[in-house]
T-cell receptor
Framework: GAGVSQSPSNKVTEKGKDVELRCDPI?????LYWYRQSLGQGLEFLIY????????KSGLPSDRFSAERTGGSVSTLTIQRTQQEDSAVYLC????????????????FGNGTRLTVT | DAKTTQPPSMDCAEGRAANLPCNHS???????VYWYRQIHSQGPQYIIH???NNETNEMASLIITEDRKSSTLILPHATLRDTAVYYC??????????????FGDGTTLTVKP
């Protein structure tokens, strides 16, 4: 079946503009994560959605960042008034964790959106 | 989540075993050890995970020490395509926390011909 899909794969925007990044998780996966990866660095956790529970937003770096997950499926990460330091690869991952028997399921990652703020 | 420490880089000769260490001295009893790898311009790929016992699959073997404070990922016959950044992480059980994972900087494995 299809894996995690992210769009666009690349996005170039001007400083101060808003951007929306989309993630289509694997069908049936209840958990969804967003990470940010700066050049040559590890993954920085941003936000976590699990079913109908309130999302864990503890990793969002500022109030310019927000994310939604509609209908327990597609998620959108929005960055308002982008800054040059927002340039990075934004990765989405999903997992069936939370479903019966899936408490230690691995994460399935998309290939990310490379955001460049000029 | 418990933090992990890994060497920043390692080299391995093609066809030889690659042994990648990871320290997770503050791991809790309900935390699993997971390994992922990331090839350039792609998202991380799941390799293997375990709780207490050693594990093996078609990609690799995972050796976890008895005290669970460290582990080793073994690629038995490394190929040039195994050149990647390898991440060791520990994850809480979803029943006890949000389940978020923290990835460090990983180990850059370079397989040389």
């Amino acid at each position: 079946g299809a894996g995690v899909s992210q769009s666009p794969s690349n996005k170039v925007t001007e400083k101060g503009k808003d951007v929306e990044l989309r993630c289509d998780p694997i069908s049936g996966h209840t958990a969804l994560y967003w990470y940010r990866q700066s050049l040559g660095q590890g993954l920085e956790f941003l936000i976590y959605f699990q079913g109908n529970s309130a999302p864990d937003k503890s990793g969002l770096p500022s109030d310019r960042f927000s994310a939604e997950r509609t209908g327990g499926s597609v998620s959108t990460l929005t960055i308002q008034r982008t800054q040059q330091e927002d340039s990075a690869v934004y990765l989405c991952a999903s997992s069936p964790e939370g479903s019966p028997g899936q408490d230690n399921s691995p994460l399935h990652f998309g290939n990310g959106t490379r955001l460049t703020v000029t | 989540d418990a933090k992990t420490t890994q060497p920043p880089s390692m080299d391995c000769a093609e066809g030889r075993a690659a042994n990648l260490p990871c320290n997770h001295s503050t791991i809790s009893g309900n935390e699993y050890v997971y390994w992922y790898r990331q090839i350039h311009s792609q998202g991380p790929q799941y390799i293997i995970h375990g709780l207490k016992n050693n594990e093996t699959n078609e990609m690799a073997s995972l050796i976890i020490t008895e005290d669970r404070k460290s582990s080793t990922l073994i690629l038995p016959h490394a190929t040039l395509r195994d050149t990647a950044v390898y991440y060791c992480i520990v994850r809480v059980d979803y029943n006890t926390n949000a389940g978020k994972s923290t990835f460090g900087d990983g180990t850059t494995l370079t397989v040389k011909p």
